[in-house]
């Protein structure tokens, strides 16, 4: 935390750490390049079990503390956890073993006298009960609540104290196809008195109810239907639906899409909804049941979405909305009497969560990112670790920790500052126009590729902000990539916005990741798989009519997808010609290497807008050799449109390999698999830059996500390409950059508008163009290590380094294996069986200051 002051570590339970920040030059970047400069004093957790992803936050009645459930990392340990609001000092915990089946998720909440709590057990299927005194929450019994249990709202009803508590899913992950969970569509009831569960409402429509709060008399229940645009009501004594509230008209999606969060007002017949797709606010009159205002509470008004509105806490006198937005790293103040935004309040990064004290002076904010990630050297070896080696989780999937934040209420003043703060850490006002000079170029391709960070890959290059001793892909595995580095220019500072595959693939392709997908993607990543991979492709029946694209009504989405969409439907709305190879398209049978079985349906890939995908190209299956299967079938099709003189403006090419399958026995080496990514790379640029297409075409190379392996500046920063004759310069480009820059760069020079908050603001890689193009071409290098698809490509033997835990991996789709044993294994290949990787060493978090064109 190089942008905090460490004021003291608590002695409660030896492992809260409390901070304040201090808006300086050195403030933390997110890995999107936006400062973090939190505005009140935060708690977190240096050891241990705790605060892995907080996402559900109860003030307890008395007013002295917060209980916050946490399940938001790839983590071991999912939590909840008690805060003293006075002194942040953790005052209690509860740790559940994810290996052990125990889970929790987002639902949190307290007895009217404060000495019971209840929190949703996710993956577990059960509501957590706990009794609360001086110790802190202990948990008494477990009651089974349906499948996947979320919201959770304690009210007394006209038959007296209930818990309403929404399903999200509807049955178990996997049931209904192997991309997909079954949505839910049910609400348990339970008494609390006797832990008996009274009924069970069926809302009807399977929409992934999620958040759940009652009326202020408690005579009527509401549940957000967070793939359904809509609020259900339930009426409290007969424990029946009487009614859904419509937040979005059918033709305006982005009206109110995805509400998550609900709060009822206690001195209004008012409700709320926190629409995270949207950037809006619903407000339900509980009286009437109807929508009569829906608020923009985003930071630019207007401007493409992303600010992603997640928590909602109301004042005591019921005149202010509090709304954490998540995307924005900020608190937005919402004036009930003119439904306007008053301003924002930064905080730590993902504010996900937000309630006001009962004397109505301070917020307490939870932070499902915290500070961020930092160095993490160790690239997320196991622990236990030898003595003196890395300390702590180094796996970027979960080493993050989340953050509770107190923040006194600003007065219109402080307030207006606060504002200020926000727009400038958040580069509101920034544009990045093309230069004139760039309008030559009128094809990109844009290739995306798998899990590697900078330092594995550009380590030792001299001239770059390199680890030499953690660069494992050298000139004979990787000369390729490094030659072009070399040749073109090297991006030193460049991160990926994702922690895994999971949201890495969406912010490559959508430019954000929905708040479904950040809330989601660790139930897929933890020691239990208590939810399925559904990011990238998910069959038509599976996806929500209910969930349309915001340009067309007709197309559904699914769950994962922004209303927006992805950047195959803002070319195919703007006129620009597309073709996919591999993204997005179904995971290939492990024994053919012939593409897929069936077309893309999401959205604009389905074939019923054209025939926008490769067929003959495969997707993930690291059976499929990038070199000798991928790249000539894009060649193929390439040398057609030569011929034809049609090459699509663009092209979307996936070479997965350089995710390698670790150790396993009789699989390519890591070295192997990674020279034929590198080849197929290669390849392409050798065909692109002797073809006529050379003068009008940039190729845009970015991963996906860092996850497997070490980097010394942060566990996001990863490799980045961006190579065309007017980028054959030779030069450094230290700019921060990331996964929004990259598709900022390729919208300008297309001429698309930006889909998403991020790659509106993002800085493009106009400073690694330069005026004057070289034409030269580029002649692809032949790895010194046999790349995997020749006949003596490399094996792993019986005896390589845990060959025996690798065989037991599953490769068969993205990220199935456990990232922290994989990336031991591909260490140990590498360095050797008895290496040991570097302790890490402290850098400051955004990389280098070193200006773009000096050379390094």
Known sequence: MNAARLLAVSAALAATLIVTAVATAAAPLSPAGWSLTPAGQQASVLVGPGLAGPWGLALSPDGASALVSSSGTAAEFESVERFSLSSLDRTGLVAYDGAKGESVFYGVAYSPDGKHAWASGGGQNVVHVFDVGPGGPTERAAIPAGTFPAGIAYGTTPLGPRLYVANNLGGAPFTTGSYEDPPGHAVTIIDPSTNAITATVDLGAALDPFGVAFNRDGTKAYVTQWMGRSVAVIDTKTQKLTGTIELSPAANPLQADHPNAIAANPQRAELYTANAN?????????????????????????????????????????????????????????????????????????????????????????????????????????????????????????????????????????????????????????????????????????????????????GNLPRGNGDPAIDLFKDDSAPNHRELARRFTLLDNNYVDAEVSADGHPWSVQGIATDYVDKTWPFDYASAFY??????????????????????????????????????????????????????????????????????????????????????????????????????????????????????????????????????????????????????????????????????????????????????????????????????????????????????????????????????????????????????????????????????????????????????????????????????????????????????????????????????
């Open 278 to 458: 949207s950037d809006t606010v619903s407000v339900i009159d509980s009286t009437s049941d109807r929508l009569v205002a829906t608020i923009d509470v985003g930071l630019v008004h207007g401007g493409p979405k992303g600010s992603m509105p997640e928590g909602l806490g109301v004042s005591p006198d019921g005149r202010t909305l509090y709304v954490a937005l998540a995307g924005e790293n900020a608190v937005a103040v919402v004036s009930l009497d003119d439904r306007r935004t008053l301003g924002f309040i930064p905080t730590a990064w993902y504010p996900s969560g937000v309630a006001a004290t009962a004397d109505g002076h301070s917020l307490i904010v939870i932070n499902t990112n915290g500070m961020g990630a930092g160095p993490n050297r160790c690239g997320g070896v196991l622990n236990p670790l030898p003595p003196g080696s890395c300390s702590g989780d180094q796996y970027v999937g979960s080493m993050i920790r989340g953050s509770v934040e107190k923040i006194a209420v600003p007065d219109s003043a402080q307030l207006a500052r606060y504002t200020e703060q926000v727009r400038e850490n958040n580069r509101a006002a920034d544009r990045n126009a093309k230069p004139d000079w760039l309008g030559g170029i009128r094809h990109v391709i844009y290739i995306i590729k798998e899990n590697r960070t900078y330092d594995q890959v550009f």
């Open 531 to 856: 939810r399925s991979y559904n990011s990238e492709f998910v069959p038509l029946a599976q996806q929500f009519a209910t969930e349309p694209l915001a340009s067309d009504p007709n197309v559904p989405r699914s769950a994962a997808a922004a209303t927006a969409g992805y950047i195959w439907d803002d070319a195919f709305d703007h006129g620009v010609s597309f073709r996919d190879y591999g993204e997005a398209t179904p995971w290939d049978d492990p024994g053919s290497c012939s593409g897929p079985k069936e077309f893309s349906d999401l959205t604009r890939l389905s074939s019923r807008f054209g025939e926008h995908v490769d067929p003959k190209f495969p997707g993930w299956n690291l059976g499929c050799s990038d070199h000798e299967v991928r790249e000539p079938e894009w060649e193929r099709e390439f040398k057609q449109f030569v011929q034809h003189d049609d090459l699509p403006g663009l092209e979307i090419v996936y070479f997965p390999n350089d995710h390698n399958a670790g150790t396993s026995p009789g699989s390519a080496t890591p070295q192997s698999y990674m020279a034929d990514n590198d080849l197929a790379l290669g390849q392409l640029v050798d065909t692109v830059s002797h073809s006529k297409y050379w003068q009008s075409t940039a190729i845009i190379v970015v991963e996906d996500d860092a996850q497997d392996g070490p980097d010394h500046v942060d566990g996001h920063r990863a490799p980045a390409l961006v190579i065309s004759p007017y980028t054959q310069t030779g030069k450094v480009d230290s700019t921060h950059y990331d996964t929004g820059s990259a598709l900022a760069t390729l919208e300008g020079l297309l001429g698309l508008p930006p889909m998403s908050t991020y790659d509106a603001r993002a800085a493009r890689m106009w400073p690694s163009f330069a005026r004057t193009p070289n034409l030269r071409p580029y002649d692809a290098i032949q790895p010194a290590i046999v790349p995997f698809g020749d006949s003596h490509a490399p094996l792993n033997s019986s005896s390589a380094p845990l060959a025996a835990l690798s065989a037991q991996m599953d490769f068969t789709k993205p990220d199935a294996a456990p990232e922290a044993l994989l990336n031991e294994a591909i260490w140990k290949s590498v360095k050797g069986a008895g290496s040991q990787m570097p302790a890490p060493r402290h850098t400051l978090a955004g990389g280098p200051t070193r200006d773009a064109d000096d050379g390094g």
